[in-house]
């Protein structure tokens, strides 16, 4: 039966959409990002794009990019997809979650990088007191 519906499904545009969002999710899986990204990226860019589909593959783009060290990409996907006027609650939650945990994890990396550039107390008295 999975068969037959994944085949009737590979006719449809949601079908198809979706299978090459699997493909991204596939590639990411394997530590292939920049692969998964062009997928996905593709599958953003088609203007038969289901909109619940956008949805996933812009999140799961944005995973990618994390991945890949791209937080201000990741950033602008998972808020595109906070804005989307449709209701995708799982999608939705998801995306403010993992924008949460980018947000903390950022100011902890710059307030480490702050506190590692600051000069010490002695190198301002001059050293011996």
């Given amino acids: 039966m999975n068969f037959i519906k994944r085949f009737t499904s590979s006719f449809t545009t949601r079908g198809r959409t979706l299978a090459q969002v699997e493909k991204g999710m596939a ?3 394997k530590n ?3 692969k998964a990204i062009d997928i996905y990226s593709a599958v953003i860019a088609s203007s038969e794009t289901p909109r619940d589909v956008l949805a996933m593959a812009m999140f799961n783009r ?3 990019y994390t991945a890949t060290n791209k937080p201000e990409e ?5 808020k595109a997809i906070l804005a989307m006027p449709e209701s995708f609650p799982k999608i939705k ?3 403010s979650d993992k924008l949460v945990r980018m947000q903390r994890k950022i ?3 710059s307030r480490a990088s702050s506190s590692e550039s600051l000069p010490s107390h002695d ?3 001059g050293g011996d007191v």
């Fill in 74 to 78: 990741a950033t602008l996907d998972l």
């Fill in 123 to 125: 190198s301002l008295s």
């Fill in 32 to 34: 292939q990002s920049d």
């Fill in 107 to 109: 100011k902890r990396e």
């Fill in 27 to 29: 590639l990411a899986n």
């Fill in 62 to 64: 944005a995973l990618a």
């Fill in 93 to 95: 939650r998801s995306a």
